[in-house]
């Protein structure tokens, strides 16, 4: 009877973690910049905490963007926030809340840093940041095994990722975002989104998004999916939705089959631009 009870307790206990912990692909990425420091005391502490609230208690701004500035040199500080497209305004405020105190925690003096949350990213800077891409360092992470016929999966997911792209790419200085979901092989589904900080032109976010999804081949090659990230977009993709898809547009035409069967192989897909570099946290 005692061991019955016992394996009962560590049955909810195990349970009560598993409920505590948040799995691999809920768990924010962070990076702290070495590119100087402050002190919890510093006016540039001031104009960063000053921002950061400002930011919160800021209700007029309901598209899920902000791009902020406060102080003087060398004191100025720059912020960017950007919430997942499909977001409510109450989901986007309470991301960005979370986020900022995870930030803050994570990079405790760095005049510059970057969290990327599951539904939003936050950013500031010592250095103007607002109009600017930047995508050389690309952060990923792989989720799920490979998937069984890997040439079927990419030849969905590269038109898939294809039109996100363009479509991200077309929106405006309040939304640049695209989510799409498409039939996959073996009865599958895949989702995926492509976003990009709205202040970017439309060059500017297409090159962004086009880096992003160049690394796909060398990283992650017939995987299920996967989530990209860099200080100027993002893109993912997984087997399982991850997004509410009732924002989704209506479903993509599938592509015209061939008029003759052809036997050679599918186009090699671009490589990785010379000289990025890549972070990957494997889960």
């Not at 050389?136 to 490979?146: D, E, F, K, L």
């Not at 898809?245 to 069967?261: I, K, Q, R, T």
Request: with cysteine.
């Amino acid at each position: 009877m005692k061991i019955g009870c016992s394996k009962l307790v560590l049955f909810f206990c195990f349970a009560l973690i598993h409920l505590l912990i948040p799995t691999a692909s809920q768990r924010p990425l962070i990076r702290c910049y070495n590119t100087g420091n402050y002190t919890s005391n510093s006016t540039y502490r001031e104009n960063l905490d000053s921002l950061l609230t400002t930011m919160f208690n800021n209700s007029k701004i309901d598209y899920g963007f902000y791009n902020l500035s406060a102080g003087e040199s060398p004191d100025k500080v720059y912020l960017i926030a950007l919430c997942r497209g499909d977001n409510s305004p109450s989901e986007c405020r309470s991301c960005i809340n979370g986020s900022r105190y995870e930030l803050l925690k994570a990079c405790p003096y760095q005049k510059e840093a970057i969290i990327w949350g599951e539904t939003c990213s936050l950013r500031y800077s010592y250095r103007s940041i607002f109009n600017i891409m930047e995508a050389s360092t690309v952060t990923y992470r792989i989720n799920g095994a490979n998937f069984s016929d890997v040439e079927a999966f990419n030849s969905v997911l590269r038109p898939l990722l294809d039109s996100l792209r363009n479509r991200a790419t077309s929106g405006n200085s309040t939304h640049k975002f695209a989510l799409q979901s498409a039939p996959a092989p073996n009865f599958k589904t895949i989702y995926s989104l492509a976003e990009c900080t709205p202040d970017l032109s439309e060059l500017d976010c297409n090159s962004c998004l086009q880096r992003v999804q160049s690394i796909i081949p060398q990283c992650c090659d017939g995987r299920q999916g996967a989530k990209f990230v860099t200080p100027s977009c993002d893109l993912r993709y997984e087997l399982y939705p991850f997004y509410d898809s009732s924002a989704e547009p209506p479903p993509l035409s599938p592509p015209p089959p061939p008029l003759v069967p052809s036997e050679s192989p599918p186009p090699d897909l671009p490589i990785t631009t010379p000289g990025m570099a890549l972070t990957c946290l494997r889960t």
